[in-house]
């Protein structure tokens, strides 16, 4: 009985998150990306309010890459499990997963930039006051959340983590999926030989150019993440996975020098 009630509670939290969301009305347009980077990058407020600006115009197939992690990721989420979002940000990844599924899982998203987390803190603050959302302050160098997660996203973060604390963390990935759960990591990669990466690179600045960046942006944003941003080959990322104990492993996106991956826990 007591489950029921509980049950019945979140649900009708979840309604009314919901109609708060309708009543809001269409979403005014995020603000234009012009941000100058004077030092390393850093995810500070400036960043947090363009971000959504950034991404479709910084990353390539943008919206195909969002749907598609959502339609895979989807086919693994099990009732009672947690679906986890590593470096969250504000919150676009998680959130279909958690209009789709909501009170029968729990949603839990990983954020250190403390602007990025405010901004997603107030995206799920309905579902965060009935017990569904929880957004974390954990560091991927050292943590992941206690919990079982049936699906893990990681969308363009772990290139963010030191390379010399990757294969720690994505064995804690695997460690806290269940058995036939699954982990999504999408990433920026180098090219295999020099000459291949340097045509694709080349490439992604010409997209960069075409989505209205100046020279002047361009450069102050590589030159920003220099050090930052650390990719690495994409069968690099799939040996990491490998060896945390994913398998089978498959690239179901890939535009130049950016790809995605689903890999399972058997």
Same mark, same amino acid.
């Given at each position: 009985?007591?489950?029921?009630?509980?049950?019945?509670?979140?649900?009708?939290?979840?309604?009314?998150?919901?109609?708060?969301? %309708?009543?809001?009305?269409?979403?005014?347009?995020?603000?234009?990306?012009?941000?100058?980077?004077?030092?390393?990058?850093?995810?500070?407020?400036?960043?947090?309010?363009?971000?959504?600006?950034?991404?479709?115009?910084?990353?390539?197939?943008?919206?195909?890459?969002?749907?598609? $992690?959502?339609?895979?990721?989807?086919?693994?989420?099990?009732?009672?499990?947690?679906?986890?979002?590593?470096?969250?940000?504000?919150?676009?990844?998680?959130?279909?997963?958690?209009?789709?599924?909501?009170?029968?899982?729990?949603?839990?998203?990983?954020?250190?930039?403390?602007?990025?987390?405010?901004?997603?803190?107030?995206?799920?603050?309905?579902?965060?006051?009935?017990?569904?959302?929880?957004?974390?302050?954990?560091?991927?160098?050292?943590?992941?959340?206690?919990?079982?997660?049936?699906?893990?996203?990681?969308?363009?973060?772990?290139?963010?983590?030191?390379?010399?604390?990757?294969?720690?963390?994505?064995?804690?990935?695997?460690?806290?999926?269940?058995?036939?759960?699954?982990?999504?990591?999408?990433?920026?990669?180098?090219?295999?030989?020099? $000459?291949?990466?340097?045509?694709?690179?080349?490439?992604?600045?010409?997209?960069?150019?075409?989505?209205?960046?100046?020279?002047?942006?361009?450069?102050?944003?590589?030159?920003?993440?220099?050090? $930052?941003?650390?990719?690495?080959?994409?069968?690099?990322?799939?040996?990491?996975?490998?060896?945390?104990?994913?398998?089978? %492993?498959?690239?179901?996106?890939?535009?130049?020098?950016?790809?995605?991956? %689903?890999?399972?826990?058997?």
């Amino acid at each position: 009985m007591i489950s029921k009630q509980l049950d019945d509670a979140v649900s009708e939290a979840l309604k009314q998150e919901r109609a708060r969301r %309708i009543e809001q009305g269409a979403t005014p347009a995020p603000p234009v990306d012009h941000t100058m980077p004077t030092g390393r990058w850093t995810f500070d407020a400036d960043v947090a309010d363009v971000f959504d600006d950034m991404l479709r115009r910084s990353i390539p197939q943008y919206d195909v890459m969002r749907s598609t $992690v959502t339609a895979i990721g989807a086919s693994f989420v099990r009732p009672n499990t947690a679906i986890v979002d590593l470096g969250c940000s504000r919150g676009d990844a998680l959130d279909p997963f958690v209009a789709r599924f909501g009170a029968y899982n729990r949603f839990v998203g990983v954020e250190i930039s403390e602007p990025m987390r405010a901004a997603a803190l107030a995206r799920f603050e309905g579902y965060r006051r009935a017990g569904v959302v929880e957004i974390r302050d954990t560091d991927l160098r050292h943590g992941y959340p206690p919990v079982q997660a049936s699906l893990t996203l990681a969308v363009l973060t772990v290139q963010f983590v030191p390379i010399e604390y990757r294969p720690a963390l994505l064995r804690r990935v695997f460690e806290h999926t269940i058995p036939g759960g699954a982990f999504v990591l999408v990433e920026k990669v180098l090219g295999a030989a020099g $000459v291949l990466d340097e045509l694709m690179t080349e490439r992604y600045l010409a997209l960069k150019r075409e989505q209205g960046y100046s020279e002047d942006e361009i450069a102050r944003k590589r030159l920003a993440l220099e050090g $930052v941003l650390v990719p690495v080959t994409a069968s690099w990322n799939e040996e990491l996975l490998r060896a945390a104990g994913f398998t089978p %492993i498959e690239c179901f996106w890939r535009w130049m020098n950016f790809a995605g991956w %689903i890999a399972l826990k058997p």
